[in-house]
C-alpha cells in the first residue's frame, strides 16, 4: 500500500514539475498565450483569433513606440527589431500569431521591465 501511495506522489510532483517549467499558460476563447523566461530571455507566444490581430498589433504600438519610428499596424513581421530607445527584440507577428523573444543580456533591465508590462498587457488584449 505504501509502495501504491509513494507512487502517486511521485508522479503528482512529477506532473507539477513539468507544468511548472513550461511556462505560464492561458487559454481562453480559442486563444492560447506562453510565457517563458530564462536567465537569458524572457519570451511569449500566442495564437488567438485573427479576428483580433489588428487590436493586439494596435496595443504593440501604444505600447513600445514612444516616437512611432515604425508600426506593428497592418504589417507582417519576422525580424529583429531595434527600438528608438535601443531595445532590440525579435518578432513574428501574422494573423492570429504573436511571437517576442528578448535578449537580456542585449538590454537594459528597463526595456525587460517594459516588454514584460506589454506582454502582461497583451494577456488582456488578446483575451477581452
Known sequence: MKKIIRSKVYWAIAIIVM?????????????EIAISETPETY???ASFSKSKTSKVRAYLDRSLNSNASMSFANA????????????????????GTLKIRFNKKE??????????????GLKTVINE
Open 43 to 45: 519570451q511569449l507566444n
Open 107 to 120: 538590454n537594459s533591465e528597463e526595456a525587460l521591465a517594459k516588454i514584460k508590462s506589454t506582454c502582461e
Open 76 to 95: 507582417e513581421i519576422d525580424a529583429t527589431i531595434t527600438l528608438d530607445n535601443a531595445t532590440k527584440f525579435y518578432v513574428k507577428s501574422y494573423p
Open 19 to 31: 507544468l511548472s517549467c513550461t511556462g505560464c499558460h492561458i487559454n481562453n476563447n480559442n486563444a
